[in-house]
């Protein structure tokens, strides 16, 4: 088995992030007090059309597909946590998200995007340069790139201090991943987004000391959110 297959059998059973309810998503209906949904959620401001690659059981884009009725959602995954994140989008009547099971480098629409996000998924594929530049090309001109990439301190911190996960869920995501990358915070911008405006990077201090920061990120694994522009065609 290749390391594509293995990644795609290994989130199709565990399927990450994991359960879910609407209670949950609920709860942020007047402020959102979770950093990172909160970051995902001031991304969206005027934007109608979005896409989700790698939306694993739809934790991300449902809860702000719920929030943003009027704008229209495409999420792409190839594990079968999609199937989930489609049942829960049809039990709760989220009705402005269309799923598609299928690699990403086989999600081919004939068209571009008001926002662009990847949470999780460039650490999971072996070919990252190859997952960018597929990702990049769907975002339109002036339109909005989010990826969320594991920093190096974070991961390095996270060996040396003791974690009580949440779930088996993201212990199984931190500690049994068959593929996984982390980058520093400069690595990840010179190899992959020179050109690209950066607006915004949690956690960070003002956009700097990223890597430091990550280091009391270790419960998340490092987990950072970069905020890009595209005015490379603007």
Not at 118 to 135: F, S, W
Request: charge should be positive; glycine fraction near 6%.
């Amino acid at each position: 088995m290749n390391i594509e297959s293995s990644i795609q059998k290994f989130y199709s059973e565990i399927r990450f992030p994991g359960n879910y309810s609407i209670e949950n998503l609920a709860y942020y209906d007047d402020i959102v007090c979770n950093k990172y949904l909160d970051f995902y959620d001031q991304c969206m401001s005027d934007k109608t059309t979005i896409l989700d690659m790698g939306c694993g059981t739809g934790l991300i884009t449902n809860f702000l597909a719920r929030r943003y009725p009027k704008a229209k959602f495409d999420a792409v995954d190839f594990c079968d946590s999609i199937d989930q994140a489609k049942q829960f989008s049809k039990t709760h009547h989220i009705k402005n998200i269309r799923y598609h099971k299928k690699n990403i480098y086989d999600y081919n629409p004939d068209k571009t995007y008001d926002f662009v996000y990847a949470n999780g998924l460039l650490p999971c594929v072996p070919d990252t340069t190859r997952a960018v530049e597929h990702i990049k090309k769907f975002v339109k001109p002036g339109g909005t790139l989010v990826f969320g990439v594991y920093n190096k301190m974070g991961k390095i911190a996270k060996r040396f201090r003791p974690i009580l996960y949440a779930s088996k869920t993201l212990y199984l995501d931190q500690e049994a991943v068959p593929w996984d990358i982390s980058f520093s915070n400069q690595e990840f911008l010179d190899r992959f987004l020179y050109g690209w405006k950066i607006e915004k990077i949690h956690p960070s201090i003002g956009n700097y000391f990223v890597d430091t920061v990550n280091l009391f990120n270790y419960k998340n694994g490092g987990l950072t959110l970069y905020k890009f522009t595209n005015d490379t065609n603007a």
